[in-house]
């Protein structure tokens, strides 16, 4: 069964560095996402992207944040400049079309550790 | 705006208990439903959903249905098992197509 990939599985970082997560969404999917997981709380929406170029952000998604499709299959997440309350676990995932009755497919996600 | 409210957990059963989470929403429009679940060290996995008001989304014993009047979507499953320890996320999707997920209720099932 199809699924999505992220790369890096654990990371740890220092605080104001720059942090790339990867994405390999499902081929034949149009729509991609980001969303995270602070320890213990909610799943939170950041951003969706579509025909390259990002269709809805969150409040979270400030200028730090960026997101881009380099090539045909690759999705990433970047933070510039990262600060300790980034630590979470950052989910990629995906769907094939937009409508409320489509299923969004999530990676196992990446753990991220500011410190 | 949209939200999504779930039970709090811990919710801790004997093995072979019923179990139900209930979850209500708030939205606008006609969102779909689903149920997504966490096992440990693993990410989100769709469980089931509905798309309509008075669907049943069923997967692996568990079954929820799209209650349209009274805003909900409780899960429910008749009989658990140890490997059924998880947490369970309630989330509902709009036609502008983001997931909005409850705070999850983390479920365990003891032998």
């Known amino acids: 069964e199809p699924e999505v990939t992220q790369t890096p599985s654990h990371q740890v970082t220092q605080m104001g560095q720059e942090v790339i997560l990867r994405c390999v969404p499902i081929?034949?999917?149009?729509?991609f996402y980001w969303y995270r997981q602070i320890l213990g709380q909610k799943v939170e929406f950041l951003v969706s992207?579509?025909?390259?170029?990002?269709?809805?952000k969150s409040e979270i998604f400030d200028d730090q944040f960026s997101v881009e499709r380099p090539d045909g299959s690759n999705f990433t997440l970047k933070i510039r400049s990262t600060k300790l309350e980034d630590s979470a676990m950052y989910f990629c995932?995906?769907?094939?079309?937009?409508?409320?009755?489509?299923?969004?497919?999530f990676g196992e996600g990446s753990w991220l550790t500011v410190v | 705006g949209n939200s999504v409210t779930q039970m709090e957990g811990p919710v801790t059963l004997s093995e072979e208990a019923f179990l139900t989470i209930n979850c209500t929403y708030t939205?606008?429009?006609?969102?779909?439903l689903f149920w997504y679940v966490q096992y440990p060290g693993e990410g989100l996995q769709l469980l089931l959903k509905?798309?309509?008001?008075?669907d049943k989304g069923s997967n692996k014993g568990f079954e929820a249905t799209y209650r349209k009047e009274t805003t909900s979507f409780h899960l429910e499953k008749g009989s658990v098992q140890v490997s059924d320890s998880a947490v369970y996320f309630c989330?509902?999707?709009?036609?502008?197509?983001?997931?909005?997920f409850g705070a999850g209720t983390q479920v365990v099932v003891t032998p």
């Open positions: 995932a995906s769907s094939e079309i937009q409508g409320a009755g489509n299923t969004i497919y």
């Open positions: 081929s034949n999917h149009l729509y």
């Open positions: 992207f579509y025909n390259n170029e990002i269709s809805e």
């Open positions: 939205a606008t429009g006609y969102p779909s």
């Open positions: 509905a798309t309509k008001a008075d």
């Open positions: 989330a509902l999707r709009d036609s502008w197509g983001k997931l909005q």
